[in-house]
């Protein structure tokens, strides 16, 4: 069976971001620069959509078929 | 009798491990992008109200004037006494200070430490928590002794018509 990790390195990448921006949201916000608190969530909320489309994009990637498909028989 | 829960039950009809679950709890490649991204959402739904509350401060909503409070007039406060008042609620008691002739400090005397009332002691130019002996700098109100770290948060004052007015809750700066 052929792999495909490309998509599970992305999306941890991505949720490596979240953490680090969630963190620099939170210290942003009490060193009181609230525009780059503003700047940090709006890039957290950003990555969200981010994550699907690459979640939509590499969920069919790998195997011949997906999971439903091989237990359809 | 030692081997009496080694024994294979006969086959009959099994109506209790008869569910087929078919590797359909298994976690696979796609399964886990799928918590990934479902992550991706929480993170984003979790620094929500961090901005919000940055946005707020940044239109100024943190910054708010309060109705102007009387505290008392200037002539029943005489140099080193202290006046006891709530501000800007009832429930928020708070201290006026008339440090010298025309220096008025006032605070909410509510203790940074657990919120024991901090009162005056005027022998020893300082306000002392009874609680855990945590002392604060009368003139600018940060924490000189005892538990607290953190300095009481300080009151506008206005001296209008001989009388000692709160005007608003100044910034909390740590």
Redesign the interface.
Known sequence: MK???V??IL??A??MM??V??QL??HQ?YY?N??V??L???L??L??PV??F??KK??NK?GSK??EER?LS | MSDRNNKIPYDEDNYTHNINR??ERML???G???T??G???V??V???P??A???K??MGLGDKEYPHQKIADVKDVKVGDSVKFHFPSEHDSAILIRLSENKYVAYQNACTHLRCPVYWVKDEQEMICPCHHGKFDASTGAPTAGPPRRPLPGIEVEVKDEAIYAVRVKRYEA
């Open positions: 792999r495909s990790y998509g599970v999306l941890a991505i949720l979240n953490i921006f969630t949201v939170v916000y009181e609230y525009g608190t503003l940090y969530a709006g957290n909320v990555l969200f994550a699907l690459i979640y590499e969920k790998g997906g999971y237990n | 078919n590797n696979d490649r796609r886990f992008m799928k990934l991204a992550a991706a959402g993170f984003a979790s620094t929500l961090w901005g509350v940055a946005a401060e940044l």
